[in-house]
C-alpha cells in the first residue's frame, strides 16, 4: 500500500558517492587484510618457505603509496619550516622596509592568489575581480613590473588524478564568464571544473588587456596558456604586445614562473617578489637561484604562509644555508617523498635528513633513467622510511621491520621493491621536466608510472599478492581426489587444511593425501 514504510536503501547520494571510508571502516579493513595476511604467514611457515622471500610479495592489496585509490597526498607545507630552521627573525623581510631604489618586480601565481582574495559574498564575476586586482596592487607598490602567470588545464595530464582528488564535489560548468556573470555560491562545485578555472583566467586576462583592472600603471605581462600551437593563447604585456621568448609549451604555472624570472632579470629585475602559497615554487626557485644570482638578481622573496604566518620568505637567504649542492638535489628530494603528482613516502623532515646529495645527484638529469638511478632513489626511500638502517631496497627494510615489530600490521608495512617501481618512474618524470622546464623538454608520461584510462593519466599500480609456489591450505576433508589443492601440488597437508579440522575433531587420520604429512596433530584428550 501507499502507506507502507519504505525500506532503507543503500543506495549512494550523491555526496556519499563522493566520500571515502570513515576512519572506523579503514580500521575494520586494515584489520582484517592483516588478518588474511597472518595466515599466509603461518601457512608458509608451516610449510617452511623462506620467509625473507615471501616478504617481497605484497601479501595485501593495501599499499602506503595509495589511499582510496588515489596517490596518498603529502604534508608539503610541512617543507617549508624545514627550510626556514636557519633563519632569524631579522632575515624576514617586510616591504615597508625594502628600499625601492632597488629595481623589483612581482610575479603573481594568478589561480594560488585567488584563494587569497577576501571570502565576502560578491554579486558578479566584476566585483571579485575588483578585489582581486585591488589585492594585487597593494602588494606590489612601487613595482617596476607585474607578471601574471597562468595554469593551463589540458586533457590527458599527469594532474588528472590529483583534481579528481581534489574535487570531492560534482562541477558545476558555467558557460561563460563577464563583469555580469553572477559569482556561484557554491564555489566548491565551480572550482571543481577545470573549463571554469580556464575561463575565469581568461576573464581576468581580458580584463586586464581592457585597462580595467584598475592595476598601478608599470609594465604588465601575462604569461600564455595551453601547450600546444593550435591552443596556445600567447605571452603578451598589457599593450597586447606578444613576448615570443616566453611562450614555451609548459602546463604549469610553478614552472613558467621560473621562466619570467629570469625574463624580468634579464630587463633589470635586481628584487623579484613572488606572490605564490605553494611549497613547489619554493623548491623550484631555490634550485634554480644559483641560475638567478648568475644573471644579476640580488634578492628573491617568497610571500607564504596564511592568517597570522603570512611572511615574506627569504629565498636568497635559504639557499646560502642550503648550499648549492643541496639547492641542486631538492627538487628530487621533495617528488620522492611527495608533491601533486606522486604519492607521499615518509616526511618532509626525513625528506632533508636522509641525505639526499649522496643519493640523488644524479636523478632526473637524464631522459631515461639508468638501473643505478633507480637504486639510488629506491635506497634514499629506505632512509626516508628508517634513517640508518643498512639496507639499499624496500624489500629488505620489509623484512627488518616484519621482525623487529611487535605487532605486525602488514598494510602498513613498507611497499614491496617491486610496487615501488612505478612510483620512481613517476617522480623521474616529474624531476626531469622541472629540472629542464627551460629548454621546454618533454617526455611520455605513459613510459614513466602512468597509464591511460578513459581519457585520464592515472598512476600505473602494481602488486604482487602471493608467490606462484604457495600452496594455500584445502579445505577438503578426506583429500581423496585431485581436486585437492595440496595433493594436486604434490605437497602434504598442514595443521591449517580442511582435513587436520576432521582429524583433530574424530582423533583418526582420515586424509588420502599420499604425500607425507608435515606433523601429526597432538589430541590432547590422549592420558
Partial sequence: AISDTISRSKVKTFKSAYEGKSESDKKKATKKESTEAQRIVDVAKERNYDLEHLLKYDLVETSILFENNFMKKPAKSTLCPELEKKLKAHDYGCPSQWSFEVTTTYVVDVMGQTRRVPTVRYKTFEEYATAYFHQIDTLSEHAAAIHLVFDSYIEGSVKDSERLRRNTTPAVEISMINDETLFPDELHSFWASSGNKEKFQLYLRDTVLSGN???????????????????????????????????????????????????????????????SNDTDVLVLVLHYMAKFRKKGVKEVW????????????????????????????????????????????????????????????????RETPTEADLDNAEAYLVQVLHPGVPFRSMDQLRYYKYYHSKHVVYPELPPTSYSLQPHILRCWYNCYLQLHCLAGRRLNPLEFGYEEQDSLIIPLRVSRLV?????????????????????????????????????????????????????????????
Fill in 213 to 275: 583592472s584598475k592595476l598601478s600603471p608599470g609594465s604588465i605581462i601575462l604569461s600564455g596558456m595551453g601547450v600546444d600551437e593550435e591552443n596556445m593563447i600567447h605571452c603578451t604585456s598589457e599593450s597586447g604586445h606578444n613576448i615570443s621568448e616566453l611562450d614555451k609549451d609548459i602546463e604549469e604555472a610553478d614552472l613558467r614562473i621560473i621562466q619570467h624570472i629570469l625574463y624580468a632579470i634579464k630587463k633589470g629585475a635586481e628584487r623579484i617578489v613572488i606572490l
Fill in 302 to 365: 617568497v610571500r607564504g604562509g596564511k592568517g597570522n604566518t603570512i611572511r615574506y620568505i627569504p629565498v636568497h637567504k635559504i639557499a646560502d644555508n642550503l648550499g648549492k649542492d643541496m639547492c641542486k638535489v631538492l627538487p628530487a628530494a621533495h617528488i620522492l617523498t611527495g608533491c601533486d603528482s606522486t604519492s607521499k613516502v615518509g616526511t618532509k623532515h626525513s625528506c632533508i635528513l636522509a641525505d639526499p646529495i649522496k643519493y640523488l645527484s644524479r636523478f632526473g638529469l
Fill in 467 to 527: 608467490p606462484d609456489y604457495l600452496v594455500l591450505p584445502c579445505t577438503c576433508k578426506l583429500c581423496a581426489t585431485q581436486r585437492c589443492p595440496c595433493r594436486k601440488a604434490c605437497v602434504p597437508c598442514c595443521i591449517y587444511c580442511g582435513c587436520r579440522q576432521q582429524n583433530y575433531e574424530l582423533s583418526s587420520t582420515l586424509c588420502k593425501n599420499p604425500n607425507v604429512m608435515l606433523r601429526l596433530p597432538v589430541n590432547m584428550d590422549v592420558q
